[in-house]
């Protein structure tokens, strides 16, 4: 094992000195790309160039041996056993949790309910809150660029619940005016589910302006901060949501494990989501009292080795620092959109100035159909998303079919950029002049 | 693999020109495919003569690869009788599962095997296939 990963055999041991900051206290990308094993890979022969950033990001050494050391070592099933290894194992899996709550800054473990992703977390919501407390002509307010997987869950609460399903629309650069939330919140809304960040335009909303208009009217709000969390990070305690979810995969952790927060005396009064080991008291033949907070709405054995992941991955973007890591991508996105501005050829979606925006752009290249364009793109090394990114409702209102998306975490640089630039000439060159 | 291997001049033009795509004046009847992710959305629309395949065309939009395997299809579909049809239906998608074919079969396949290396590209997959399954299901039943 290299140097780094060394560091980090103990889950928990914070890193001594950070790798890749530079002597003007910035990101140095380069340095930092030698943290993550993948880049050591050659994709089509060619260095691998990760602009898929807002699908799922890539793991540093820290965090691919946490979850390793946790196997070789500690594996157990946490909260079942006396024995050594059950104790450790709980024990693990509490320091995920409270390594969780000190990153959002929630107020109490008990408000951290592990899932399996963000779907999971806004199903939980869902069903254990909406299909309980939702009533008959109250409704539900969603943005116009919410992710399917915050907009399916209501539109089935809805149709149960009889209530009704209403959108904010956003303006002409892709953001959303108080105007609008105003002009839609009413006091029949009950509950406002909102994206902290779009993954389709990059787009920041002012999530702590709408959630202090949607209490006044008294409704409560969930954000969705899988896009949000990994960039701006959250202090859920001063932004007031109640409920907050996000998935570790988007922020350098392992797939299969996320984030519900939520408010206690929300989760106090919402009927456990599923049922089962681990999240009881008693049991009789016909009744059973649940476990008090969190592992009320956590039945069955949990994924240690996800939150032990998630947890290194907290420790390393702390140690970087989230507003170090934003800066980065903030420059990157002013370098990029410089360019592709000047690029006749392209067509941009989303704001072009750098107000409230993170690393996401979206675009297309003039007769050139964005899968075709990633196909391309892939021969040269380059990972992006195309097609409707899991909001078709969104590119239905901005009239898009399909768009090309890329999007930056703290490993990517400007060569990244210039390289992209390159490949997409060459693309629309073959499919203009045939060479 | 190079962009000349799949993008190559024959499915370049195909997606380019647009000989097949037109309205049927008189139809027998269509059926519409789509590929959700890729956002490929294909009309097809057949006449019969007798057993006879004697006019097909196909409206819609998509990828360069959906486009171009459409056109190419109609090319070799048209003017074949319906269990000929179905035949060459089956040795296509069994290339482009990555079955390895006999030169006969290759040669029935004409043009279509341009789009062979796409047997080799997953992620494109559902656009090579996306016209040949919507004629199937404009053959069967
Ligand atoms: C804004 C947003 N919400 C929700 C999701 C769904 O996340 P997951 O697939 O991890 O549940 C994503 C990512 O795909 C997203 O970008
Ligand atoms: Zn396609």
Request: proline fraction near 4%; glycine fraction near 8%; aromatic fraction near 8%.
């Amino acid at each position: 094992m290299n140097r780094v990963a060394a560091n980090y055999l103990d889950p928990y041991r914070s890193q001594e000195g950070s790798y890749g900051i530079g002597l003007d206290n910035k990101i140095n990308p380069y340095l930092l790309k030698k943290d993550f094993p993948i880049f050591q890979e050659k994709v089509q022969g060619r260095d691998l160039i990760y602009l898929d950033n807002a699908a799922t990001t890539q793991k540093p050494y820290p965090v691919i041996a946490a979850v390793e050391k946790y196997n070789q070592a500690f594996h157990g099933n946490p909260h079942r056993g006396a024995h050594y290894l059950s104790v450790k194992a709980t024990e693990l899996y509490d320091q995920a949790r409270q390594k969780v709550q000190e990153f959002i800054k929630a107020r109490s473990r008990k408000e951290i309910i592990f899932t399996r992703n963000t779907t999971e977390s806004i199903n939980l919501v869902a069903y254990s809150y909406g299909m309980n407390f939702i009533e008959e002509n109250d409704e539900i307010l969603l943005s116009i660029a919410e992710h399917h997987s915050n907009i399916l869950p209501w539109q089935q609460v809805a149709r149960s619940r009889r209530a009704r399903l209403k959108y904010m629309y956003l303006d002409k650069d892709g953001r959303l005016s108080m105007d609008e939330v105003k002009r839609k919140i009413s006091n029949k809304t009950k509950l406002v589910c909102l994206t902290q960040m779009s993954n389709v335009l990059g787009t920041i909303f002012p999530i702590k302006e709408i959630i202090d208009y949607a209490h006044e009217r008294g409704a409560l709000v969930l954000i969705d901060g899988a896009q949000g969390l990994p960039h701006l990070g959250v202090d859920v305690g001063e932004l007031d949501a109640d409920f907050y979810v996000f998935s570790a995969h988007k922020m350098l952790g392992p797939t299969g494990i996320g984030v519900l927060y939520a408010r206690e005396s929300l989760l106090e009064m919402m009927p456990p989501f599923q049922s089962g080991g681990d999240m009881i008291e008693y049991v009789t033949e016909d009744t059973a009292s649940f476990a008090p907070l969190p592992e009320k709405f956590e039945a069955g054995t949990p994924n240690v080795e996800g939150a032990v992941g998630l947890a290194a991955a907290i420790d390393y973007l702390n140690n970087i620092g989230l507003d170090k890591i934003y800066q980065h991508e903030i420059d990157l996105t002013a370098y990029a959109l410089e360019k592709m501005k000047g690029i006749p050829y392209l067509t941009l979606y989303g704001p072009l100035d750098l107000e409230d925006r993170g690393g996401i752009i979206s675009f297309n290249v003039d007769k050139v159909h964005p899968h075709d364009l990633a196909s391309i793109v892939d021969l040269d090394g380059i990972a992006l998303r195309a097609g409707h990114h899991c909001a078709q409702p969104l590119l239905n209102f901005l009239q898009v079919g399909a768009s090309c998306r890329i999007s930056f975490y703290l490993y990517n640089t400007k060569d990244d950029v210039d390289k992209l630039l390159e490949s997409l000439e060459r693309a629309r060159s073959w499919f203009v002049n045939g060479s | 693999m190079d962009l000349n291997q799949i993008y190559t001049e024959l499915i370049m033009e195909h997606s380019y020109n647009g000989k097949n795509r037109r309205v049927l004046e008189e139809k027998d009847r269509e059926e519409r495919g789509h590929n959700p992710n890729c956002g490929d959305d294909i009309t097809l629309q057949i006449k019969f003569t007798g057993g006879r395949i004697s006019d097909l065309a196909y409206t819609g939009s998509g990828c360069a690869i959906s486009q171009a395997s459409t056109s190419i299809m109609i090319d070799l579909i048209k003017g074949k009788e319906k269990e000929e049809a179905l035949e060459l239906l089956e040795i296509f998608l069994e290339m482009i599962k990555g079955t390895e074919l006999t030169e006969e079969e290759l040669e029935m396949l004409g043009d279509a095997v341009v789009l062979k290396n796409i047997s080799y590209m997953p992620a494109r997959v559902k656009c090579a296939v996306l016209a040949w399954h919507t004629l199937k299901g404009l053959l069967g039943s």
